[in-house]
């Protein structure tokens, strides 16, 4: 490299790094909650806040032990099954948000768990379970010191 | 890896969802939860091997205890597996994470709690 190349390398602006990291793809999940068949709509709508592009809605029955009751109508045993692919660090934050829900709603008494998926074919598919947008960085995360890690 | 609750599945001929649940509770399994679905079944295996598939089915979902999981599918194989009327199979998923368990209303009463007077088993939180 000549003088004149060197020089002309080095009046170039410098490029400002972008302020976040690239990420690994992230695992995902298939959640199924099962909830009072009324109050379904109620819980894909927040479980659709969490970046969650794909939910299933099944009716389905619970199965009423008590004969006597189910004989007199009144067991409501009108379900639904919710059944969401989500993404595995929004996880958690999925099952904390679902739990103080089944506790303070009323009749919203429910259940939840998660199968891990082993696998999708094709990347638009992944992308769309993922919600991975092209372009899009994770926002950096920072540790005690305030630096990026 | 072992997780602490696994999901079984039984798809069964419409009509043996209660049959599939007597079976389950018999080792211990609480509840569960009916979908109706309808099968497909290759009408050539079906020609050859000279059985009918009814097309209506019930699937029925049952978490339980990673423990109890063998019992309860040996126990659905003999009630309602694929020699019987009910021609169900049964296959069981892990589990990793699970909430709503000590607050679910299996048994339709509304209290939340086993009809039987057992105490409810702990759970992770209590």
């Given at each position: 490299m000549n003088e004149q190349e060197k020089r002309r390398r080095s009046d170039r602006p410098v490029?400002?790094?972008?302020?976040?990291?690239?990420?690994?793809?992230k695992k995902l999940k298939l959640l199924f909650t099962v909830v009072d068949r009324k109050k379904a709509e109620f819980f894909s709508d927040l479980i659709g806040q969490f970046k969650v592009n794909l939910q299933i809605l099944l009716p389905g029955e619970g199965t009423a032990k008590t004969e006597t009751l189910r004989l007199l109508g009144l067991d409501d045993a009108a379900r639904a099954v919710i059944v969401s692919v989500i993404r595995d660090d929004l996880a958690q934050s999925i099952f904390e948000t679902l739990e103080e829900k089944f506790d303070t709603v009323r009749g919203g008494k429910g259940i939840a768990w998660s199968v891990p998926l082993s696998g999708a074919v094709g990347v638009a598919i992944y992308q769309f379970l993922s919600d991975y947008r092209e372009g899009q960085i994770e926002p950096a995360r920072k540790n005690e010191r305030g630096t990026n890690v | 890896m072992t997780f602490s609750h696994e999901c079984i599945v039984c798809i069964v001929n419409t009509g043996f969802s209660d049959a599939v649940m007597d079976?389950?509770?018999?080792?211990?399994?609480?509840?569960?939860?009916?979908?109706?679905?309808?099968?497909?079944?290759?009408?050539?295996a079906e020609r050859f091997f000279g059985i009918s598939i009814t097309p209506d089915k019930e699937?029925?979902?049952i978490l339980v205890p990673h423990d109890l999981t063998d019992q309860i599918l040996h126990a659905l194989y003999r009630a309602v597996g694929l020699k019987t009327p009910g021609q169900g199979i049964a296959f069981s998923l892990p589990v990793d994470q699970v909430v709503g368990l000590s607050t679910l209303t299996f048994d339709g009463d509304g209290t939340g709690k086993p009809t039987d007077g057992s105490l409810p088993e702990p759970t992770e939180k209590d």
């Amino acid at each position: 490299m000549n003088e004149q190349e060197k020089r002309r390398r080095s009046d170039r602006p410098v490029k400002k790094k972008k302020s976040g990291t690239l990420t690994a793809p992230k695992k995902l999940k298939l959640l199924f909650t099962v909830v009072d068949r009324k109050k379904a709509e109620f819980f894909s709508d927040l479980i659709g806040q969490f970046k969650v592009n794909l939910q299933i809605l099944l009716p389905g029955e619970g199965t009423a032990k008590t004969e006597t009751l189910r004989l007199l109508g009144l067991d409501d045993a009108a379900r639904a099954v919710i059944v969401s692919v989500i993404r595995d660090d929004l996880a958690q934050s999925i099952f904390e948000t679902l739990e103080e829900k089944f506790d303070t709603v009323r009749g919203g008494k429910g259940i939840a768990w998660s199968v891990p998926l082993s696998g999708a074919v094709g990347v638009a598919i992944y992308q769309f379970l993922s919600d991975y947008r092209e372009g899009q960085i994770e926002p950096a995360r920072k540790n005690e010191r305030g630096t990026n890690v | 890896m072992t997780f602490s609750h696994e999901c079984i599945v039984c798809i069964v001929n419409t009509g043996f969802s209660d049959a599939v649940m007597d079976a389950a509770r018999e080792f211990g399994a609480r509840g569960g939860t009916v979908i109706h679905g309808r099968g497909t079944a290759s009408r050539e295996a079906e020609r050859f091997f000279g059985i009918s598939i009814t097309p209506d089915k019930e699937l029925v979902l049952i978490l339980v205890p990673h423990d109890l999981t063998d019992q309860i599918l040996h126990a659905l194989y003999r009630a309602v597996g694929l020699k019987t009327p009910g021609q169900g199979i049964a296959f069981s998923l892990p589990v990793d994470q699970v909430v709503g368990l000590s607050t679910l209303t299996f048994d339709g009463d509304g209290t939340g709690k086993p009809t039987d007077g057992s105490l409810p088993e702990p759970t992770e939180k209590d």
